[in-house]
């Protein structure tokens, strides 16, 4: 039976403001190869369960109630969290989280929608980063034991995931006797809020669900890895492995540690720029607790031009004031209270996080300097200046119909139930809650979108005459509005379109139908969806293979409303 636990919220709240019910799941999620099939286990959580069998219920529940539900992978776990300041509404969330941990049931073509569609999306946006792309880059050619396996892993990676992969990987670690629940909440008692959470848990059943097995079958050919225009060279990567704990220290002075390297090869070699080469810090941690200290030397150094900038690169390091210190979790994107479960769950399970100093006994920090390891790996120069993240995808995937898994009782045609066209389903907390669905529950819009929203609602000004009533005297007067042609804006995979204020009380009703997020649930996309920008609702979508045409889609999704009696309008 999974473990709840119950932790006592210590930060003070602002007078007069309550502490929201925030509740945290804890999976072991080792990253056994650079497969990513642990990243596609933590998409596929959040695609629906016997208990929520629609694919959007999370998306609906982050737009429309006063909710956050999200995860994030640290350190070979994953923390699957909600908050809310609702009880009834918290502990349904729970509820909706928990079911789709240990859901194991899932069709053939969800795998591949988010597999190949959503998850490969993703990947290649970040790949298109020239720093992310020779980071992983030297990841996948680190011989070392001490090497990362990328638990997000690749664009060409993720695609040879087979769905028993998956399923199996589910089994085996998120089972229900390996997770652990954190809660917390100011104004509630301990006892109360662990039996509330431990009933709606209970609910979700293992039932007798017939799984479906084998190697998805793509309709047509499956995603193909991204071309990328720009030909990378190989670097010689030196790289230092060094504990956790010495990484605060290290991130305080890593800006000096650049700068100061480049001075002392300049210096002391003699040399032209050609033998340069610039310092970073990995700091994520590996399987061992460690982090990677990387020297990418350029690629016209000789052997012993690299030799000598490794020597002076050691004594700048060992000069340093570099001490241990407890590494405490911190993620700036997640709720304090999310962080500080975090805090708690790693200081109360591993000693070498617990204050005010570890018990774990580490060698000075320049011991670990005295073992480096060489890589070589085809990196792009950082400074290029043709960089383009928002080159389209060369994919050939297609979304398929979505389809339902036949949970019955295994009777069933020769087939053994083949994929059938499923429905739009209720989202289940959308529903339950409906009286807690607003617009004013939004959330603000992805940073990456700001440049395009920000030309999306941009303004004209239009210079009136008018009169006055008791004077034929005209005044003039300026009236602020908003050009429709600025409404869509799209740059290569990324659109914004925003909404006009007439169709605002109507969106409640869009968001909440499956149909609206079907470019998303069918793969088309990355991430879609609705937010708040500068006091205007936008529409979105991130990595879209469809982007170009997304307002025509939008156009349509609101010319489906019928206003004032059944007419029905179209954005002008």
Not at 64 to 87: D, E, H, M, R
Not at 481 to 509: A, K, M, S
Not at 539 to 547: M, S
Request: glycine letters at 6%; a negative charge; proline letters at 4%.
């Amino acid at each position: 039976m999974i473990n709840i636990r119950y932790v006592p919220h210590n930060a003070q709240s602002p007078e007069g403001s309550a502490s929201p019910f925030t509740g945290v799941f804890v999976v072991n999620t080792p990253a056994r190869d650079h497969s990513g099939v642990s990243h596609l286990a933590e998409h596929m959580c959040f695609r629906g369960s016997p208990y929520y069998p629609a694919d959007h219920e999370l998306f609906v529940a982050n737009a429309l109630l006063p909710l956050s539900i999200n995860a994030t992978t640290y350190a070979g776990c994953t923390y699957f969290y909600v908050q809310s300041y609702n009880k009834a509404l918290f502990t349904n969330a729970i509820q909706f989280l928990y079911s789709g941990l240990v859901n194991t049931h899932y069709s053939q073509c969800a795998f591949e929608a988010e597999r190949s569609g959503v998850l490969f999306n993703e990947l290649t946006l970040l790949e298109g980063n020239i720093d992310y792309a020779n980071n992983i880059a030297i990841r996948r050619n680190d011989t070392s034991p001490m090497a990362y396996q990328h638990a997000g892993g690749f664009s060409d990676s993720v695609l040879e995931i087979s769905f028993d992969d998956l399923i199996d990987y589910k089994k085996t670690w998120y089972d229900g006797d390996h997770i652990t629940l954190l809660v917390s909440g100011e104004d509630t008692d301990g006892n109360e809020i662990i039996s509330l959470c431990s009933q709606a848990i209970a609910e979700v059943g293992a039932g007798d669900f017939n799984t479906k097995s084998g190697d998805a079958m793509p309709r047509g050919n499956a995603a193909e890895e991204p071309a990328n225009t720009l030909k990378p060279t190989e670097n010689y990567v030196s790289t230092w492995w060094v504990p956790q704990e010495f990484t605060h220290d290290l991130l305080e002075v890593e800006s000096l540690i650049k700068s100061k390297i480049e001075s002392l090869v300049k210096e002391k070699l003699k040399s032209s720029s050609d033998a340069l080469g610039h310092f970073f810090i990995d700091d994520e941690v590996n399987h061992a607790g460690m982090i990677a200290l990387r020297f990418v030397h350029n690629t016209k150094a000789n052997a012993q031009a690299r030799r000598d900038a490794l020597e002076n690169v050691v004594s700048l390091l060992t000069d340093l004031n570099i001490e241990a210190k407890p590494r405490l979790f911190t993620d700036a994107k997640l709720p304090n209270a999310v962080q500080q479960l975090i805090r708690d769950f790693q200081q109360q399970t591993h000693s070498r996080y617990r204050e005010p100093h570890s018990p774990l006994k580490l060698s000075p920090f320049a011991d670990y300097l005295c073992s480096v390891h060489v890589c070589q790996a085809a990196m792009h120069e950082v400074d290029v200046k043709n960089k383009n993240p928002d080159t389209q995808i060369n994919s050939s995937w297609f979304p398929t119909a979505e389809v339902e898994i036949d949970y019955g009782d295994g009777d069933g045609d020769e087939n053994g139930g083949e994929d059938k066209v499923k429905p739009n389903t209720t989202a289940l907390l959308a529903t339950s809650f409906a009286s807690l669905l607003s617009l004013d529950n939004l959330p603000v819009l992805p940073r990456l979108l700001h440049k395009l929203a920000a030309l999306s609602v941009q303004t004209t000004q239009t210079i009136q005459f008018a009169q006055t009533a008791r004077s034929a005297q005209s005044v003039l007067s300026t009236q602020t509005i908003q050009n429709p042609e600025n409404r869509f804006q799209c740059i290569g995979n990324h659109w914004v379109y925003r909404v006009d204020t007439q169709f605002h009380h109507y969106l409640i009703d869009i968001v909440t139908g499956a149909s609206f997020w079907q470019p998303r649930t069918n793969g088309e996309c990355y991430a879609l969806g609705v937010a708040q920008f500068n006091g205007e609702i936008v529409i979105y979508g991130a990595q879209d293979k469809q982007a170009s045409v997304r307002d025509l889609w939008c156009e349509n999704t609101l010319a489906q409303i019928d206003i004032n009696a059944g007419v029905s309008h179209s954005p002008a």
